[in-house]
């Protein structure tokens, strides 16, 4: 991948619905090397898609995590469990784990009667072919985009899709029908969706401006596999005992400026933070870990779990719209 190639996919990866004409100016290519670029990183694999950041928030009354770890699963019996989370209305993304844990399981829920038939659902879907499972709630997420990775400077990131609002907005059944379109494929034309709507174009244009304005779209994403660019993603736990408010800050910071940081959430229960980081080899991740706990005394446990393979990842749970 050359210097154009990163560029692109930096432009990219935060506004994937902007026109092709004002990209390939801002790459410095004519259109059709533009073109030509995109559909070979799609064929390569390295694009999987292109979808609408939605405020995840706006329709959830939470988010959770649960980290899992299997007894006694054969391939088929593991292929019908994942099929059947995946299934599951709640499930945002399911990751194979290597460590301490096999599975690591977001979902999102609706109301505390939802979290609990979720639990219970996961309970009943592993039955005894689980020796140990952990939950973890989210508070707040302070990173979700791996945009500076392809940055030639270090540069504050705090995109997220779950943040802090006080007051959900309402949305009709076309602006819901938008939402699930333009989160599959937010590259898909405005007048395919009004064909689909039975309204006009204008009228379609006008509700993406508005769900924008209102910050229920919070941009359009690209995604990337980064596996296919040389990058490990090791999921990082964290326990702390901050002694003050600036302590903590300063970490946060600190990971919103670290380009080989891609996710960062804050929790309640066993771990205090999420992080997601990108390596490339063992010796990078002991490397880093080694300088975070020299950086930063408050940190009273790192635990990491290589991310074998994400085998499935949506933007917004099922059944939310």
Known sequence: MDSKDKRMLYELSENARESRNMLAKKVRVSREVLDYNIKKLQKQGIIQGFQARINISNFVYGGYILLIQSLGLNKETENNLLVKIKDKGNTQYIGRLGGGYDYIIGFTVKDLLDLSDYVAFINSAFSNKKSKMTFLTMVREFKDSFKSVFSVKDELNNLVSMPCIKEKIKTDKIDNLILEKLGSDCTI?????????????????????????????????????????????????????????????????????????????????????????????????????????????????????????????????????
């Open 189 to 321: 034309p405005s007048w395919k969706i009004a064909d689909i709507c039975k309204i006009t174009d204008v009228a379609i244009r006008k509700r993406i401006k508005r769900l924008i304005e209102r910050k229920i779209i919070l941009g359009f994403r690209t995604m990337v596999d980064l596996t296919k660019l040389g990058y490990e993603p090791n999921f990082l736990f964290l326990k702390l005992n901050v002694k003050n408010k600036t302590d903590e800050e300063e970490l946060i910071k600190y990971f919103q400026k670290n380009k080989e940081i891609t996710y960062v959430t804050k929790l309640i229960g066993q771990y205090d933070y999420c992080i997601t980081f990108l390596s490339k080899g063992n010796l990078e991740l002991n490397e880093f870990i080694k300088n975070l706990r020299g950086r930063f005394k408050d940190i009273v446990s790192v635990e990491s779990f290589h991310l074998f393979e994400m085998i499935y990842h949506t933007q917004l749970a099922k059944g939310f719209l």
